[in-house]
C-alpha cells in the first residue's frame, strides 16, 4: 500500500505536479480513514491531499486512472499473472467493479450484429441508462478498436477507430429524430435545443466511457507505468504559447480570464496600499481623545491613487501567428478588467484596435475584425518594428503619458529594418513603465533578425512569455 | 482559557464528529445542503485528520453555505472571518483593549504609589484586557465551533502568515501571555474565489475542495429541496435551461442562488412549463449583464 502510492506521487511529480512531503503523508493518513473498496471516496482523499490547483485536476485523474485502473482476467487480456499484482488493493477494487459489472448484465452481448449493438446503444442514451452505456463501450471497444497485445499504436488511434464504427453523429441525429416522433406535436425550438444538448451529454458520457474502457486495456497490456508516461501532457501553465493546438488554446483562453482578474486585482491594490504618506495631522489629534490626549495612534494621509492607463502594442504577423492570437485574447480579456485600455497592432503598419475590442462582446468576432479590417501593412506584410513605431510615436505618441504603462508584444524579428528604437527610448521616458513579452524561448534572442536586446535596453523589463507561467510571473511582478 | 508552554504544540484530536461518508452525505440532505461525493468526502476526512478546508470554485455555488451546513448538522456555532484587503492582527487575532489599560494605569496613579511597576505591568496584559477577535474566539470556545475565514483570497500575501500557525497547530502566540492552545479543534473552513494564487504554506496545511457548478441531476435535486411546491417537470426544464445558458460564452455564469431565484420567480408567477417568451422575460433575474442578457435571448430563441 505505502508503496503504491509513493509510487503514485512520484509519477505526479514527474508530470510535473507539485506534491510535498508533508502533502505526501497527508495522503498517506487519508486513505487510512476511507473505506478502501470505495474508489471514488479513495480517489477523492487523494485528490483533497495531494491536489491543490484546480487547473491540475485533470492531470492528476487522468494518472489516477492509469495508476489504479484495473487489470485482470475480465479482460480477457492477461490472463492469471495474479503474481504481479502483489497488493491487496488491486484485487479489492477489482472486486468491487465486478460486482458492478455483473450487475449490468453484460453475459450475452458477444453474439450480437453491429446493427443490434448500434440499436442497443441508441436505447440506452435514449434513456440514459448508466450500466448499460458502460456495457456498451466495453463490448464497441472489444469489437471495434481491434487492439492487439503489444502493438505500439497511442490509445487515440483505437479510440478513433471505435467512434468511427460507431458514428455517433448520426446517431444524435437519430435520437433527435425519435423523439420528435416521440412527442408527435412540433417542439418548440427552446425544448429542442435542450433536448440535443441532452443528448450530446450523454453521447460525451458514452466517448468517456470508451476512453477509458481502451486505457484500462492498454494499462493492462502495457503496464501503469509505462501507460503513465505515454499519457503525461503538460500542464495547462505549461502549454507553449507558440505551439498549442486548438483544444489547448480554449483552456488557455479559459486560464486567461482569472489571471486577467488578478492582474487588475493586483493593480488595485497596489494603488490602495502602496507606500504612506506624510502625517495627517487632524486625523492623529482627533483619534488622540480616545486615549486622554496623547497621540498613540498617529495617522497618515494616502496618496490619491491614479487610474492606471495601459497601452497594448502587439505584433499580430505569421511569425508570431500563434502567440499573436493569444495576444489577441489577452487584450481581449485586459480590456474587460481596465478601465483605461488601449490597444495596437501591427505588422509593418500600426493601427489602433481599442475600439473593436470594446464593441464586441464575442472574442472571435473582434479577433476576425482586427485580422480583416485593421490596417496594419504597409508595404509587404513583413513584420517591421521600426516603421511601425515610428507610426505609432507620431499619431499617439502624445497620449502617452506619466500615468500609463507601455506593454510591446512580439518577437522582434524586424526582417533587418531599421530599428528606430530611439521611439522605446522616448515612450520609457514619457511613461511610467514599458515592459517588451517576447514570445520566443531566450535562447533565441538575438540571433537572426531578432533585436530584442536593442529594444530591450530601453524598456523597464523584457520577459520571455512563452506559457502561462511566465505570464503570471510577469503579472506578479507588474503588480 | 489555558496558558501552555510554547513548545507544546500538539493537540489531542477531538472525538470524531462523522462515522463515515454517507453519514456525512445524509445529515447534509437533511439541512437542504445536497452534497456530492467529493464534498461529503472532504468534509469527513477534515473531521478525522484535524485539518482546515480550502473551498474554492467560482461565486454562488454553496461555499460559504457549506461550511454553515456543516455547522448547523453538527451543532456548533459558527464563528466567521469575513476578510478584506488591510485586514490585520488587531482584527482577526486578538487586541489589547488600550482603553481600560489606559484607565487601571490611571487608576493605580491615583493611589499612593506602592505597587510595584511589574505588578501593574502584569496586571495590564492579563485575559481582562484582551479583545478577543475571531480567530482566537473560536479556539478558545469550550463547545464545538465551526470556523469558517470567508474569501481567504482577498487579505494580502503577507496577512495569510497570521493564518499559518492556527491552522496547522490550532493554537495562538500571545508575546505578552505565551502561547494559547485549542481546547477543542474547530472544523476549519476557508472559501477563496481565486482572485489570487493562495501562498503554498497555506496550501499546504488545507485540504483541498473545488466547488463547481453542480451537474444537471444535482442541480435538479437542489431546486426540488430549496423551492417547495415545484413541480418535477418545471425543476427539470429549469436545470436543463441553465446548463445551456452556462455553457455560452458569458461574463458571469448564472449560480445556483440564481438558479433557485428563477425557480422562485416562475412558480409565483404561475408558470408551469418555461417557453422562450417566459424564459426570455425572467432572464434578467438569471443573468446580470445586459450584454449577457442579450446573448442568452438570442440564442434561446434561434436555434442553430
Same mark, same amino acid.
Request: with cysteine; proline share 4%.
Given at each position: 500500500?505505502?508503496?503504491?502510492?509513493?509510487?503514485?506521487?512520484?509519477?505526479?511529480?514527474?508530470?510535473?505536479?507539485?506534491?510535498?512531503?508533508?502533502?505526501?503523508?497527508?495522503?498517506?493518513?487519508?486513505?487510512?480513514?476511507?473505506?478502501?473498496?470505495?474508489?471514488?471516496?479513495?480517489?477523492?482523499?487523494?485528490?483533497?491531499?495531494?491536489?491543490?490547483?484546480?487547473?491540475?485536476?485533470?492531470?492528476?485523474?487522468?494518472?489516477?486512472?492509469?495508476?489504479?485502473?484495473?487489470?485482470?482476467?475480465?479482460?480477457?487480456?492477461?490472463?492469471?499473472?495474479?503474481?504481479?499484482?502483489?497488493?491487496?488493493?488491486?484485487?479489492?477494487?477489482?472486486?468491487? /467493479?465486478?460486482?458492478?459489472?455483473?450487475?449490468?448484465?453484460?453475459?450475452?452481448?458477444?453474439?450480437?450484429?453491429?446493427?443490434? %449493438?448500434?440499436?442497443?446503444?441508441?436505447?440506452?442514451?435514449?434513456?440514459?441508462?448508466?450500466?448499460?452505456?458502460?456495457?456498451?463501450?466495453?463490448?464497441?471497444?472489444?469489437?471495434?478498436?481491434?487492439?492487439?497485445?503489444?502493438?505500439? *499504436?497511442?490509445?487515440?488511434?483505437?479510440?478513433?477507430?471505435?467512434?468511427?464504427?460507431?458514428?455517433?453523429?448520426?446517431?444524435?441525429?437519430?435520437?433527435?429524430?425519435?423523439?420528435?416522433?416521440?412527442?408527435?406535436?412540433?417542439?418548440?425550438?427552446?425544448?429542442?435545443?435542450?433536448?440535443?444538448?441532452?443528448?450530446?451529454?450523454?453521447?460525451?458520457?458514452?466517448?468517456?466511457?470508451?476512453?477509458?474502457?481502451?486505457?484500462?486495456?492498454?494499462?493492462?497490456?502495457?503496464?501503469?507505468?509505462?501507460?503513465?508516461?505515454?499519457?503525461?501532457?503538460?500542464?495547462?501553465?505549461? *502549454?507553449?504559447?507558440?505551439?498549442?493546438?486548438?483544444?489547448?488554446?480554449?483552456?488557455?483562453?479559459?486560464?486567461?480570464?482569472?489571471?486577467?482578474?488578478?492582474?487588475?486585482?493586483?493593480?488595485?491594490?497596489?494603488?490602495?496600499?502602496?507606500?504612506?504618506?506624510?502625517?495627517?495631522?487632524?486625523?492623529?489629534?482627533?483619534?488622540?481623545?480616545?486615549?486622554?490626549?496623547?497621540?498613540?495612534?498617529?495617522?497618515?494621509?494616502?496618496?490619491?491613487?491614479?487610474?492606471?492607463?495601459?497601452?497594448?502594442?502587439?505584433?499580430?504577423?505569421?511569425?508570431?501567428?500563434?502567440?499573436?492570437?493569444?495576444?489577441?485574447?489577452?487584450?481581449?480579456?485586459?480590456?474587460?478588467?481596465?478601465?483605461?485600455?488601449?490597444?495596437?497592432?501591427?505588422?509593418?503598419?500600426?493601427?489602433?484596435?481599442?475600439?473593436?475590442?470594446?464593441?464586441?462582446?464575442?472574442?472571435?468576432?473582434? %479577433?476576425?475584425?482586427?485580422?480583416?479590417?485593421?490596417?496594419?501593412?504597409?508595404?509587404?506584410?513583413?513584420?517591421?518594428?521600426?516603421?511601425?513605431?515610428? *507610426?505609432?510615436?507620431?499619431?499617439?505618441?502624445?497620449?502617452?503619458?506619466?500615468?500609463?504603462?507601455?506593454?510591446?508584444?512580439?518577437?522582434?524579428?524586424?526582417?533587418?529594418?531599421?530599428? /528606430?528604437?530611439?521611439?522605446?527610448?522616448?515612450? /520609457?521616458?514619457?511613461?511610467?513603465?514599458?515592459?517588451?513579452?517576447?514570445?520566443?524561448?531566450?535562447?533565441?534572442?538575438?540571433?537572426?533578425?531578432?533585436?530584442?536586446?536593442?529594444?530591450?535596453?530601453?524598456?523597464?523589463?523584457?520577459?520571455?512569455?512563452?506559457?502561462?507561467?511566465?505570464?503570471?510571473?510577469?503579472?506578479?511582478?507588474?503588480? | 482559557?489555558?496558558?501552555?508552554?510554547?513548545?507544546?504544540?500538539?493537540?489531542?484530536?477531538?472525538?470524531?464528529?462523522?462515522?463515515?461518508?454517507?453519514?456525512?452525505?445524509?445529515?447534509?440532505?437533511?439541512?437542504? $445542503?445536497?452534497?456530492?461525493?467529493?464534498?461529503?468526502?472532504?468534509? $469527513?476526512?477534515?473531521?478525522?485528520?484535524?485539518?482546515?478546508?480550502?473551498?474554492?470554485?467560482?461565486?454562488?455555488?454553496?461555499?460559504?453555505?457549506? !461550511?454553515?451546513?456543516?455547522?448547523?448538522?453538527?451543532?456548533?456555532?459558527?464563528?466567521?472571518?469575513?476578510? $478584506?484587503?488591510?485586514?490585520?492582527?488587531?482584527?482577526?487575532?486578538?487586541?489589547?483593549?488600550?482603553?481600560?489599560?489606559?484607565?487601571?494605569?490611571?487608576?493605580?496613579?491615583?493611589?499612593?504609589?506602592?505597587?510595584?511597576?511589574?505588578?501593574?505591568?502584569?496586571?495590564?496584559?492579563?485575559?481582562?484586557?484582551?479583545?478577543?477577535?475571531?480567530?482566537?474566539?473560536?479556539?478558545?470556545?469550550?463547545?464545538?465551533?465551526?470556523?469558517?475565514?470567508?474569501?481567504?483570497?482577498?487579505?494580502?500575501?503577507?496577512?495569510?502568515?497570521?493564518?499559518?500557525?492556527?491552522?496547522?497547530? $490550532?493554537?495562538?502566540?500571545?508575546?505578552?501571555?505565551?502561547?494559547?492552545?485549542?481546547?477543542?479543534?474547530?472544523?476549519?473552513?476557508?472559501?477563496?474565489?481565486?482572485?489570487?494564487?493562495?501562498?503554498?504554506?497555506?496550501?499546504?496545511?488545507?485540504?483541498?475542495?473545488?466547488?463547481?457548478?453542480?451537474?444537471?441531476?444535482?442541480?435538479?435535486?437542489?431546486?426540488?429541496?430549496?423551492?417547495?411546491?415545484?413541480?418535477?417537470?418545471? !425543476?427539470?426544464?429549469?436545470?436543463?435551461?441553465?446548463?445551456?445558458?452556462?455553457?455560452?460564452?458569458?461574463?458571469?455564469?448564472?449560480?445556483?442562488?440564481?438558479?433557485?431565484?428563477?425557480?422562485?420567480?416562475?412558480?409565483?408567477?404561475?408558470?408551469?412549463?418555461?417557453?422562450?417568451?417566459?424564459?426570455?422575460?425572467?432572464?434578467?433575474?438569471?443573468?446580470?449583464?445586459?450584454?449577457?442578457?442579450?446573448?442568452?435571448?438570442?440564442?434561446?430563441?434561434?436555434?442553430?
Amino acid at each position: 500500500m505505502l508503496e503504491l502510492l509513493n509510487g503514485f506521487v512520484v509519477e505526479l511529480r514527474n508530470a510535473g505536479l507539485p506534491v510535498s512531503l508533508t502533502e505526501n503523508l497527508d495522503a498517506m493518513e487519508a486513505v487510512q480513514h476511507i473505506p478502501i473498496d470505495d474508489r471514488e471516496a479513495f480517489k477523492y482523499a487523494l485528490g483533497a491531499t495531494l491536489i491543490k490547483n484546480q487547473a491540475h485536476w485533470r492531470s492528476f485523474e487522468t494518472i489516477f486512472e492509469v495508476y489504479f485502473s484495473l487489470r485482470g482476467p475480465e479482460y480477457k487480456l492477461v490472463d492469471g499473472d495474479e503474481e504481479s499484482m502483489v497488493d491487496d488493493l488491486w484485487r479489492e477494487m477489482q472486486d468491487q /467493479q465486478q460486482g458492478q459489472e455483473g450487475q449490468g448484465g453484460a453475459g450475452g452481448l458477444e453474439n450480437l450484429t453491429p446493427e443490434e %449493438i448500434a440499436q442497443m446503444l441508441m436505447s440506452a442514451l435514449m434513456n440514459g441508462d448508466q450500466g448499460m452505456m458502460r456495457a456498451m463501450a466495453r463490448q464497441a471497444v472489444q469489437r471495434f478498436a481491434g487492439m492487439e497485445p503489444g502493438r505500439p *499504436v497511442g490509445g487515440t488511434y483505437y479510440l478513433y477507430r471505435t467512434l468511427r464504427n460507431l458514428d455517433l453523429d448520426s446517431m444524435l441525429d437519430r435520437l433527435m429524430e425519435s423523439t420528435r416522433e416521440e412527442v408527435g406535436d412540433d417542439l418548440t425550438p427552446l425544448e429542442e435545443r435542450l433536448e440535443r444538448e441532452e443528448y450530446e451529454d450523454r453521447i460525451d458520457k458514452f466517448k468517456g466511457e470508451v476512453e477509458a474502457e481502451i486505457r484500462r486495456r492498454l494499462v493492462a497490456d502495457r503496464g501503469a507505468e509505462a501507460m503513465a508516461k505515454t499519457l503525461r501532457k503538460p500542464l495547462p501553465e505549461d *502549454v507553449e504559447f507558440m505551439h498549442a493546438s486548438r483544444d489547448e488554446m480554449v483552456s488557455l483562453r479559459k486560464a486567461l480570464q482569472p489571471l486577467t482578474r488578478k492582474l487588475a486585482a493586483r493593480l488595485a491594490r497596489k494603488r490602495k496600499h502602496g507606500r504612506k504618506g506624510p502625517l495627517d495631522f487632524r486625523n492623529t489629534v482627533r483619534h488622540s481623545l480616545s486615549y486622554g490626549g496623547v497621540p498613540a495612534e498617529p495617522k497618515f494621509k494616502y496618496p490619491r491613487p491614479s487610474k492606471p492607463e495601459l497601452i497594448v502594442v502587439a505584433d499580430i504577423s505569421g511569425s508570431v501567428a500563434a502567440f499573436a492570437r493569444f495576444t489577441l485574447m489577452l487584450v481581449y480579456a485586459i480590456q474587460n478588467q481596465f478601465s483605461k485600455v488601449r490597444s495596437f497592432v501591427f505588422i509593418d503598419g500600426i493601427d489602433e484596435v481599442t475600439d473593436f475590442f470594446r464593441a464586441t462582446e464575442d472574442i472571435t468576432e473582434a %479577433i476576425h475584425r482586427v485580422n480583416t479590417e485593421a490596417d496594419v501593412v504597409w508595404v509587404d506584410g513583413h513584420s517591421d518594428y521600426g516603421h511601425a513605431f515610428e *507610426v505609432f510615436w507620431e499619431k499617439y505618441g502624445k497620449d502617452v503619458g506619466p500615468k500609463s504603462t507601455v506593454l510591446l508584444l512580439g518577437d522582434a524579428r524586424n526582417n533587418y529594418h531599421a530599428s /528606430q528604437s530611439w521611439v522605446v527610448k522616448e515612450m /520609457q521616458h514619457k511613461a511610467r513603465h514599458v515592459y517588451w513579452l517576447n514570445p520566443e524561448p531566450r535562447s533565441y534572442w538575438n540571433t537572426g533578425d531578432s533585436i530584442v536586446g536593442e529594444y530591450g535596453t530601453y524598456t523597464d523589463g523584457v520577459y520571455e512569455c512563452r506559457n502561462l507561467r511566465q505570464l503570471e510571473t510577469f503579472v506578479e511582478k507588474l503588480a | 482559557m489555558t496558558i501552555s508552554s510554547p513548545t507544546s504544540g500538539d493537540v489531542q484530536l477531538s472525538e470524531p464528529r462523522f462515522e463515515g461518508v454517507q453519514q456525512v452525505r445524509d445529515a447534509l440532505r437533511d439541512v437542504q $445542503y445536497l452534497a456530492d461525493d467529493g464534498i461529503a468526502g472532504v468534509a $469527513y476526512l477534515a473531521d478525522r485528520l484535524g485539518k482546515p478546508i480550502l473551498v474554492e470554485g467560482p461565486a454562488g455555488t454553496g461555499k460559504t453555505q457549506l !461550511a454553515k451546513s456543516v455547522a448547523e448538522i453538527t451543532g456548533s456555532r459558527l464563528i466567521r472571518l469575513q476578510c $478584506y484587503e488591510g485586514l490585520d492582527e488587531s482584527k482577526a487575532l486578538y487586541e489589547w483593549n488600550y482603553k481600560k489599560q489606559l484607565l487601571r494605569i490611571q487608576t493605580e496613579q491615583g493611589d499612593t504609589a506602592d505597587h510595584e511597576w511589574t505588578e501593574i505591568r502584569d496586571d495590564i496584559f492579563s485575559d481582562e484586557f484582551l479583545l478577543t477577535r475571531p480567530l482566537l474566539e473560536a479556539i478558545t470556545a469550550d463547545e464545538p465551533v465551526v470556523l469558517l475565514i470567508d474569501e481567504v483570497d482577498r487579505v494580502e500575501v503577507e496577512t495569510e502568515a497570521l493564518l499559518l500557525e492556527i491552522l496547522s497547530d $490550532y493554537q495562538v502566540s500571545i508575546p505578552e501571555l505565551g502561547t494559547i492552545a485549542a481546547k477543542q479543534i474547530p472544523l476549519v473552513f476557508l472559501t477563496s474565489n481565486n482572485t489570487r494564487e493562495l501562498s503554498e504554506a497555506l496550501k499546504r496545511r488545507c485540504l483541498y475542495l473545488h466547488v463547481d457548478y453542480p451537474q444537471l441531476d444535482r442541480e435538479r435535486e437542489i431546486v426540488l429541496a430549496k423551492v417547495p411546491d415545484i413541480t418535477e417537470q418545471l !425543476a427539470d426544464q429549469v436545470a436543463r435551461i441553465v446548463r445551456s445558458i452556462r455553457q455560452l460564452d458569458l461574463k458571469k455564469a448564472p449560480s445556483v442562488s440564481e438558479t433557485l431565484d428563477w425557480a422562485r420567480t416562475l412558480l409565483l408567477l404561475n408558470i408551469d412549463t418555461i417557453d422562450e417568451q417566459t424564459a426570455k422575460d425572467t432572464l434578467n433575474i438569471l443573468l446580470k449583464y445586459q450584454t449577457d442578457i442579450a446573448k442568452a435571448a438570442k440564442e434561446l430563441s434561434v436555434d442553430e
